[in-house]
């Protein structure tokens, strides 16, 4: 790999050499063409490897976007790539699967939840840092349940905010998540059709100035009955997990007397899975 310095600069393709800027950088890199056809790389017992690494890469890719689209309410507070670091975290899951050979190797958060507890969704400003309280879910399996319980929290001493910003609220979400497995095709969920969903809390807006209410929560998954959300009740396989995550989200006066969230003003974190 060469960089081109200095003036004259360019991108694109000049005779073996193609030359391109990355986003984010203010060198360019020229590499020459060619390397192995994509039918080589599908087909080749050469490329095996390279096949293996592909399919788990593509595989990390897939629950990390589980786990991202799961965490949608707290999208606009996120301040770094997440589906960068979930992929990071399911290759060290899928790392620990020593049963199957490699680009078979399955991604079981059944047996590595903990490595969830505690899961960043901010580098800037921590969770832990505005929220002073330890949360501590309590979750019931067999009900497909969460319990948190807290007492009033005062700014000042269980909050600090670091934004210059008038009002907060509290979020905290409920999901299932399940194992990816290599069906010996594909990588695929196992009896995730059909499943509950999660179920969101928020609280209402509250001056920066204000207390949080102390509370005793209680989320459950969701399964539509009679065309209603409904508590599902039902116990889960070994191979799913409940999961929750919490944040706070700061925001600001809005047209007609409301209150609209700031975006990437906000902390949240993953708090257990169970």
């Not at 047996?111 to 330890?134: E, I």
């Not at 009900?143 to 007492?151: A, C, D, E, K, N």
């Not at 059909?194 to 209402?204: I, K, R, T, W």
């Not at 929560?217 to 039902?234: E, H, M």
């Amino acid at each position: 790999m060469a960089f081109l310095y200095g003036k004259g600069g360019f991108t694109g393709s000049l005779g073996n050499l193609s030359a391109y800027q990355p986003k984010g950088s203010d060198k360019i890199i020229l590499r020459t063409k060619g390397g192995a056809t994509k039918k080589q790389i599908k087909t080749h017992p050469r490329f095996a490897r390279v096949r293996s690494n592909n399919e788990e890469f593509g595989s990390c890719r897939k629950m990390a976007a589980q786990l991202r689209s799961e965490l949608y309410p707290f999208v606009n507070m996120v301040d770094y790539n997440l589906q960068a670091a979930f992929s990071a975290l399911n290759k060290t899951i899928q790392l620990q699967d020593i049963a199957n050979p490699p680009g078979q190797r399955n991604m079981l958060y059944s047996q590595h939840r903990y490595l969830l507890a505690n899961f960043p969704l901010n580098k800037r400003y921590g969770f832990d840092t505005v929220m002073r309280y330890p949360l501590q879910p309590v979750f019931d399996r067999a009900l497909g349940t969460v319990r948190l319980v807290f007492p009033n929290l005062q700014p000042g001493i269980h909050l600090q905010f670091p934004w210059q910003l008038p009002y907060y609220r509290l979020f905290v979400k409920l999901f299932m998540i399940s194992d990816l497995t290599h069906t010996g095709k594909n990588y695929d969920y196992p009896g995730l059709n059909n499943m509950p969903g999660g179920q969101l809390y928020s609280s209402s807006w509250l001056p920066v100035t204000a207390a949080l209410p102390g509370e005793e929560l209680f989320l459950s998954l969701q399964v539509i009955k009679n065309n209603r959300l409904s508590p599902a009740a039902t116990e889960l396989a070994e191979t799913h997990s409940l999961v929750v995550a919490a944040g706070i989200q700061m925001g600001k006066p809005g047209p007609n007397e409301t209150i609209e969230e700031v975006k990437y003003c906000g902390t949240g974190k993953i708090l257990a899975a169970g």
